[in-house]
């Protein structure tokens, strides 16, 4: 059903004229042009397109945009905020936590929610926080370490 | 003859259309300087096996531009998914130019601003393609300095560079730019003459662990690849799949479909699509379409399945074609106290990177742009041209940030069907494989068997080697033991199957060929250690000359901490050897077996790399990360579901690829080796995998695995066998 929907995204009030069944992945890649949402697998498998919604890391391919009516919505482009890059951004590129980048925008927004839960969190606990994010390119040994990095540095400063 | 003349003759000349004019026209102004690849003997060895352009270049492929805003640039046809070499290429070329690093640009897989080149894959870009860089850009040095000699009115024998700029050594505030002696010229120079390069001890930024110069534009999204092109009135094509690879259509309902606000439906023979300003909505118009597909006509694949594969391939297998072969395999066999024959199979397995195959193609008159998720943008670019019916040099490709490649995507078949849709519905079109499409439509690595007949004397020596390989390829089939009687046979030896041999294509999947092959041979090698009673360490070494394999294996149990001992052990550690892409490797893994569940925890895995010249350390090591993390999906889990044409494993549910809890402790080595010409990096570490984990499972229980993926259900059937 068409709708108009009203959110935050990226700290924005934003409001869309959709049918309101459709996919927030696409919603935000197509009609709102923030590509880096990735699709991976369209099925929740793989990580992706992982977005936050109010907080939480969500699946935006298994996500009816309806959804996050009146929530905020925070995408990889709003992540930093007013600074140049997060602090698990910057780890990421310190640590070399990646090499196609595919993956990384979703990597990414889930550690943040993680961390939010786990500020202090051991390998075991980010190993299985991030369990279901997918790499194909094998860079899940630095990207345990680059969020120990940034768990560090968020703890110490943020 | 010139050595960068090596393809050099009039029939090559006259047919390839290069046109240098063309790049001086739309590059400004700067100095220009033009080279190609020095050495095509790599290329042809091993290339993915198909988009062969109708000729080789012969004048050029690849070149510099010092621009008058004291920016340098390198065209090149090379791509960028993950491996690194937007980092490492312009390490080389700073260093060589004395330049910052940051002041150099790296411009990937443009058909139209950079000149052919085959495609990326085969770990070429460093080891065939950056020797030739390192010759320009110190060209280049040269050229600047003449310049700068006449200018200056300093003889060049007193000038040095540094940051950019030429200097007087000796009255260093004398000084120009590159920016300065660029500024309003068009200066086009060609490689001709050898070029000495920079000693290793000169190196100031190779050699040197850099990070990933891509990695803020990733980390904050703004990376941009081929499914994030977006154009005014572009339409997101949905395509009709068959539910089985060889079913026709019959007939296609898609008056539902139609009605869908806004949604476009295009009939073209057997290609029924839906188009719409929104994927998602593309996606459910097309799921409306009511379609028959009749069963395909039966043939021997039709019935075939992952199990039964195996005959069927035995069964096609072509005449071999004996690749090496020494001594008299009879005598051998007669020296032999006794002989051991086994046979390996392995899987299909998918390449599965995270972008799936992704093609945006725009249509302007005669004129068409595309963006294409592609390792090969010039054989991408044929493929459109002919699919359109225009000259190649009116299809400009360009080539984004690639997620991920792995040999997959040196086939491109979403390009040619983006090309034709945007042909029939007159707008831009983008079609964006699903996961399911890419699971159907991948160019597989091949399933694979290989047999192996061997012998050892009484005294534990290998006395001679049968070794016949089907369907894999040949790369990595190669002994590098010394054995006195030996044969080394290839049945099909491609990746690319012959006609009825698979059920579905296949392909070249990251160092093709050698996972199998290497997996074989490092298993039968433990298997016959096993049998003489000698660690399979010393065993290796014991039938080892090769100075450099010796080193690796040396430096890996002596960085480990191996103490020596027959297997099985029950301490659950396993080596293997093998040489990929030029480089040598050997690996050592620790491994726990549940024998309840016969499931396989690695624990540690350490890899020891000969690669000759390190460009960039950082980047070889993470390589090598990337390979061994890999290689554990192939090894323990990755093989494909199907019967006939009808594919089970169509998304990552049941299709495992590695995650986060398999990771074992990864320690990477890479010994100094400065003063040999750099190697392959991006695959190498992986041909290992398969026969590490293997020969430390048997070393754990006793349990021999002769199939991969070791799922755990074939370990507990091991373990029981004993």
Redesign the interface.
């Known amino acids: 059903m068409e709708e108009t929907l009203r959110f935050k995204l990226n700290g924005k009030p934003t409001t869309v004229t959709v049918d309101s069944d459709r996919l927030l992945l696409w919603v935000l890649r197509t009609d709102l042009g923030l590509t880096g949402t990735k699709y991976g697998c369209g099925e929740s498998f793989c990580g992706a397109c992982t977005v936050i919604v109010d907080g939480e890391a969500v699946r935006s391919c298994q996500t009816p945009v309806k959804e996050v009516r009146d929530k905020e919505v925070v995408t990889i482009e709003g992540l930093a905020g007013e600074s140049a890059l997060h602090p698990v951004q910057k780890a990421f590129m310190e640590h070399d936590a990646l090499q196609c980048g595919y993956c990384t925008p979703g990597m990414i927004m889930n550690a943040y929610s993680f961390l939010r839960k786990h500020p202090k969190p051991s390998v075991a606990e980010i190993v299985e926080g991030m369990e279901d994010d997918l790499c194909r390119c094998g860079a899940h040994n630095r990207i345990i370490r680059a969020i120990q990095a940034a768990a560090t540095e968020m703890h110490g400063g943020h | 003859m010139n050595e960068y003349q090596y393809w050099a003759n009039d029939a090559e000349e006259a047919a390839f259309p290069m046109d240098r004019r063309r790049f001086l026209k739309t590059s400004g102004t700067g100095i220009f300087l033009f080279f190609k690849i020095r050495d095509i003997s790599f290329i042809t060895q091993e290339g993915p096996g198909r988009v062969l352009p109708q000729t080789l270049p012969s004048d050029f492929n690849a070149y510099l531009k010092i621009g008058e805003d004291g920016r340098v640039a390198c065209y090149t046809g090379k791509i960028e998914?993950?491996?690194?070499i937007v980092t490492s290429l312009a390490q080389m070329l700073a260093d060589e130019l004395d330049v910052h690093i940051d002041n150099v640009d790296m411009v990937m897989g443009d058909t139209d601003l950079c000149p052919w080149d085959r495609g990326t894959f085969g770990s070429l870009s460093t080891r065939a393609f950056g020797p030739s860089l390192r010759t320009a850009a110190a060209e280049a040095r040269r050229v600047l300095i003449d310049m700068a000699s006449e200018r200056l009115k300093v003889p060049a024998k007193d000038l040095a560079t540094e940051g950019g700029a030429v200097f007087d050594r000796t009255d260093t505030k004398t000084r120009t730019s590159y920016a300065a002696l660029a500024k309003g010229k068009k200066i086009e120079r060609h490689l001709t003459d050898p070029v000495v390069v920079k000693k290793p001890s000169e190196f100031k930024i190779m050699s040197k662990p850099l990070?990933?110069r891509?990695?803020?534009?990733?980390?904050?999204?703004?990376?941009?690849?081929a499914?994030?092109i977006?154009l005014p009135g572009m339409l997101?094509a949905k395509i009709l799949r068959p539910p089985a690879h060889g079913a026709k259509l019959i007939e296609a309902d898609t008056a539902e479909a139609e009605k869908v606000k806004g949604a476009r439906v295009i009939r073209d023979g057997e290609l029924v699509a839906v188009l719409h300003?929104?994927?998602?909505?593309a996606q459910s118009a097309l799921s409306k379409i009511k379609a028959k597909f009749g069963t395909p006509p039966p043939t021997p694949l039709s019935a075939v399945d992952d199990r039964t594969i195996y005959d069927h391939l035995l069964k096609a297998a072509p005449a071999g074609k004996v690749v090496a072969s020494g001594g008299d395999l009879t005598a051998g066999e007669k020296e032999s106290g006794s002989v051991l024959e086994q046979t390996y199979f392995n899987a299909y397995v998918a390449h599965?990177?995270?972008?799936?195959h992704t093609a945006v193609v725009k249509i302007e008159g005669k004129h068409a742009t595309v963006w294409a998720s592609t390792q090969a943008p010039f054989g991408a670019r044929e493929e459109v041209a002919k699919e359109l019916g225009f000259p190649v040099g009116d299809v400009r490709v360009i080539t984004p940030?690639?997620?991920?490649g792995?040999g997959g995507k040196t086939a491109h078949g979403q390009v040619v069907e983006a090309a034709r849709l945007a042909r029939l519905s007159g707008a831009p079109v983008q079609v964006?494989w699903?996961?399911?499409e890419e699971f159907f439509y991948d160019t597989f690595r091949p399933a694979a068997v290989v047999k192996i007949r061997s012998g050892i004397t009484g005294s534990g020596s290998i006395s001679f080697w049968d070794y016949s390989v089907y369907f894999a390829g040949e790369r990595g089939a190669p002994l590098f033991y010394d054995i006195p009687h030996h044969r080394t046979t290839a049945y099909n030896s491609s990746w690319v199957g012959a006609e009825g041999a698979h059920p579905f294509a296949t392909g070249a999947w990251r160092a093709p060929g050698n996972n199998s092959n290497s997996f074989a041979r490092e298993s039968h090698i433990d298997i016959m250690a096993a049998k003489a009673g000698i660690d399979p360490v010393e065993f290796r070494l014991r039938h080892l000359s090769d100075a450099k394999m010796k080193r690796v294996l040396q430096t890996a149990a002596e960085k480990f901490g191996w103490k020596p001992a027959k297997s099985p052990s029950g301490r659950g550690l396993g080596v293997a050897l093998g040489i990929d892409a030029g480089t040598y490797v050997a690996t050592i893994a620790g491994v726990e077996v549940n024998k309840g569940t016969g499931e396989v925890r690695v624990k540690r895995v350490l890899a020891v790399q000969d690669m000759g010249l390190v460009v960039n350390p950082?980047g070889a090591a993470?390589q090598m990360?990337?390979?061994?993390?890999?290689g554990l999906g192939y090894a323990l889990r990755e093989g494909l579901h199907f019967k006939g044409g009808e594919m089970s494993d169509l998304?990552?549910?049941t299709y495992e690829?590695?995650?986060?809890?398999w990771?074992p402790k990864?320690e990477t080595h890479i010994l100094d080796d400065e003063n040999s010409p750099p190697q392959g990096g991006g695959e190498p570490a992986i041909v290992t995998m398969g026969a590490v984990i293997a020969n430390a499972i048997y070393d754990a229980v006793g349990a021999r695995l002769f199939e991969l993926p070791m799922i755990p259900d074939r370990v507990k059937e091991a373990m029981h066998k004993g």
């Open positions: 998914m993950g491996q690194g990070t990933r891509d990695a803020r534009d990733k980390v904050t999204g703004k990376a941009q690849y499914g994030d977006q997101y300003k929104y994927p998602d909505v599965a990177p995270m972008e799936p940030f690639v997620g991920g792995f964006a699903t996961r399911k950082a993470i990360e990337g390979c061994i993390t890999m998304n990552f549910g690829i590695p995650r986060f809890s990771l990864i």
